[in-house]
C-alpha cells in the first residue's frame, strides 16, 4: 500500500506524541515521590514499595535538600521532551533527535543494571526501569522508520 507523505507526517507525529507525553508524565511523577510511594504502599503493600517509602519519609524530615535531585530529574525530563518539538515541525532535518532518544532509551538497559546493583535495587524492580528504555524505542524507532520513507532513504 503506498502512503502519501501527509499520511507519514501524521503517523510521525503520533509516535511523537507518545514519546513527549510520556517523558513529560515520567518527569511529573518525579517531583511527589513521597506521596506516591505512601499510595502505593497503602494499595500495594509490596515490601520493597514500604521499604522505599519509609526511606524516602525518613530522608525528606532530615534532609529535604535531597529531593532536589529529583526535581532536576524531572526538569530534564520536561527539556528532553522540549527537544523532540524539532522533529515534529521537521522530522527529515531533525532525525538526529529521534535516533539520539533511540540511543538514550538502548542505553537504559545497561544503565539499571549497573546502576541498580551499585544502589541495591532488586532484580525485578531493574527490569520494570529497563521497560521504559523498551517503550521509549518502540515509538520512535517507526518514527525513523518513516522519517527514512519521507525523505526517500532506504528503510533498513
Known amino acids: 500500500m503506498i502512503q502519501t ?3 507519514r507526517l501524521t503517523r510521525i507525529r503520533f509516535y511523537l506524541l507518545l514519546v513527549i507525553l510520556g517523558l513529560i508524565v515520567g518527569g511529573a511523577t518525579a517531583i511527589p515521590l513521597e506521596t506516591e ?3 502505593a504502599a497503602r494499595y500495594l503493600e509490596h515490601p520493597w514499595i514500604m521499604k522505599v517509602r519509609d526511606a524516602l519519609m525518613d530522608t525528606n524530615a532530615k534532609y529535604p535538600f535531597i529531593g532536589y ?6 526538569f530534564g525530563h520536561f527539556v528532553i521532551a522540549i527537544a523532540f518539538i524539532g522533529p515534529w515541525r521537521d522530522p ?5 533527535v529521534v535516533e539520539f532518544g533511540m540511543i538514550a532509551c538502548l542505553l537504559v538497559v545497561p544503565y539499571a543494571f549497573i546502576m541498580g546493583e551499585v544502589r541495591e535495587i532488586p532484580w525485578g524492580w531493574r527490569f520494570i526501569d529497563c521497560s521504559f528504555g523498551v ?3 518502540l515509538p520512535l524507532w517507526l518514527c525513523r522508520r518513516d522519517i527514512k520513507a519521507l525523505a526517500g532513504d532506504p528503510i533498513i
Open 37 to 39: 510511594l505512601r499510595l
Open 135 to 137: 517503550f521509549g524505542f
Open 69 to 74: 535531585g529529583t526535581d532536576w530529574l524531572a
Open 5 to 7: 507523505a501527509d499520511q
Open 92 to 96: 527529515v532535518k531533525n532525525r538526529w
